[in-house]
Structures are given as C-alpha cells and as structure tokens.
C-alpha cells in the first residue's frame, strides 16, 4: 500500500474511534442523569427499577401523611386510583404539599417498594397538575374524582 494512503487510513480510523469514543461517553453520560416517570400502579407491580433515580407521581391519598415528631421525615401514600404507593421524604416538604393533591416525587425505590425521595415538588396553583401525573389519572379514571373533589372544595 502506497504510504500516503496508509496515512490517510490511519487518520480516517483515528477519527473515527474519537468520535465512537466521544458518542460513547456523551450517551453513557445522559443514561445516568435520566428520570423516567413511574406510576404507583407500576412501581407496585414492579416496573420501576430499583436503586435507579426515577419520577414517580399522583394524588396524595387523604389520611395518608405521617409526620415523625422528632425529625424531618414525612411518609405518605400516593395512588394513581389504581394502586398505591408509599413515599418517605426527609426534609422540608413543599408549601403547596396537600392531601388529595398531585405531586412528583424524585427517588428510588427500596427493596420494599417504598419510594425514598430525595425531592417532592408540588403543583402551583389549583388548575395545574403535572402532565405525567394528568396522564396516569385518566388512565385509571380518577381524574373525574380529582376534578369533582377540587369543585366541591373551590366553593
């Protein structure tokens, strides 16, 4: 082979690796900083991976939150109507933080099926709700009950 070509060759190739490289670690990169969305009904029949940071969202079941006397630990129960799941959260928890209202909840889940979360955000006024969580309400149908309870308690 001709030494120029081979030059050029090796040039093409080296090009080629870097970039593979580069593609490789941007990729690997945004796998780790992903949060896919999970509703109760499916952490409960154990779609969400454990130990892996996920989102999960719904309606904060009424009589559900238990707050620890002598610390920042709050557990509580979200259910899209289909199915439940328990969150515990240490920390300061959002001024919006209500029962019966939607949230997402940012954590992992443990062996037992409880979500530790390490973020709990709230919805910003009465009319909002996160889309994900909208999606899996209207998927099991309680949004008529969401939307009939959020009626009778604005007047």
């Known amino acids: 082979m001709n030494p120029v070509r081979k030059k050029r060759l090796l040039i093409i190739l080296a090009t080629l690796a870097g970039v593979g ?26 779609e969400a991976p454990q130990d892996t940071r996920i989102r999960a969202g719904g309606l904060v079941e ?9 610390s920042l ?22 001024d ?3 029962e019966g209202q939607g949230i ?3 954590g992992r889940v443990n062996a037992d099926g409880v979500l ?10 009465e009319n909002y ?13 309680m949004k008529q009950k969401h939307d009939a309870a959020t009626q009778g308690g604005a007047q």
């Open 21 to 46: 490289i580069a593609v490789a670690l941007a990729l690997s990169a945004l796998q780790q900083n992903i949060n896919l969305f999970y509703t109760p009904t499916q952490i409960a029949s154990g």
């Open 62 to 70: 009424v009589g559900s939150v238990k707050r620890s006397s002598d």
């Open 73 to 94: 630990e709050t557990d509580f129960v979200v259910t899209d109507g289909a199915a439940n799941v328990t969150i515990r959260y240490s920390g300061i928890l959002p």
């Open 96 to 98: 919006l933080f209500r």
């Open 104 to 106: 997402v909840a940012m």
């Open 116 to 125: 530790i979360a390490d973020q709990v955000l709230a919805k910003h006024d």
């Open 129 to 141: 709700m996160p889309p994900e969580v909208m999606q899996a309400l209207e998927q099991s149908a």
